[in-house]
């Protein structure tokens, strides 16, 4: 089955300053990568995904990249806010509504004022 | 987006009775929903996929008879955990997708369900 890694555990950055996360994925056969943003005791929330006939897709602060050759994709959060703290999570799956969705372990963002 | 609504938000219960989560799907209907489960500080494990109609799909390692799942219809599942013990305790969350979205791929999720067994 899939197997998702991500990095770092933990990150803490200055407010302003960018933030990085990267994850790599296994299956070859794996084609949407969404990303999670999750907040203590809540939901998770989708923030952006990407698809693998993309290789870059930004919205406002927030952009992806994946590399299918080499089978990872990183989030990138420019001009970080306070309000970014949170965990975010990684994810790997095929295309199709019953298709299970296979997270990375989290990344703990904090962001310093 | 879409919306999916779970309860209970949390819940405690003694030692060995059963505890009965529900997740809808408010606005779109789902096929197919999933059952995860997170212990603090870490990801979110599938513990099985619910389909509407018929048997559940249950992950290595996860008990079907103690992790009941019923999909009645395109809008509810339900998880209910048979005989709770305090490992059991953990932060349950449900997830589905709309069958109406062209892309089928954006996974909407519940707002989760703390379970305290004492």
């Known amino acids: 089955g899939e197997n998702v890694e991500q990095h770092p555990s933990t990150l803490s950055v200055q407010e302003g300053d960018s933030a990085v996360i990267k994850c790599t994925y296994s299956?070859?056969?794996?084609?949407?990568f969404p990303w999670y943003k999750q907040e203590l005791g809540k939901r998770p929330q989708l923030i952006i995904d990407i698809r693998s006939n993309v290789g870059e897709k930004k919205d406002q602060r927030i952009a992806v990249t994946l590399n299918k050759t080499a089978k990872h994709f990183s989030l990138h959060i420019t001009e970080t806010q306070p309000e970014d703290s949170a965990v975010y999570f990684c994810?790997?799956?095929?295309?199709?509504?019953?298709?299970?969705?296979?997270f990375g372990t989290g990344t703990k963002l904090q962001v310093i004022p | 987006g879409a919306v999916v609504s779970q309860h209970p938000s949390w819940v405690i219960c003694k030692s060995g009775t059963s505890v009965k989560i529900e997740c809808r799907s408010l606005d779109f209907q789902a096929t197919t929903m999933f059952w995860y489960r997170q212990f603090p500080k870490q990801s979110l494990m599938l513990m099985a996929t619910s389909n509407e109609g018929s048997k559940a799909t249950y992950e290595q390692g996860v008990e079907k008879d103690k992790f009941l799942i019923n999909h009645a219809s395109l809008t509810l599942s339900t998880l209910t955990v048979t005989s709770a013990h305090p490992e059991d305790s953990s932060f349950y969350i449900c997830?589905?997708?709309?069958?109406?979205?062209?892309?089928?791929?954006?996974?909407?999720f519940g707002s989760g369900t703390q379970l305290s067994v004492l």
């Open positions: 994810a790997a799956s095929l295309a199709g509504g019953y298709q299970k969705v296979t």
């Open positions: 299956d070859s056969a794996s084609n949407y």
């Open positions: 997830s589905a997708r709309d069958l109406q979205d062209r892309t089928n791929e954006k996974l909407f």
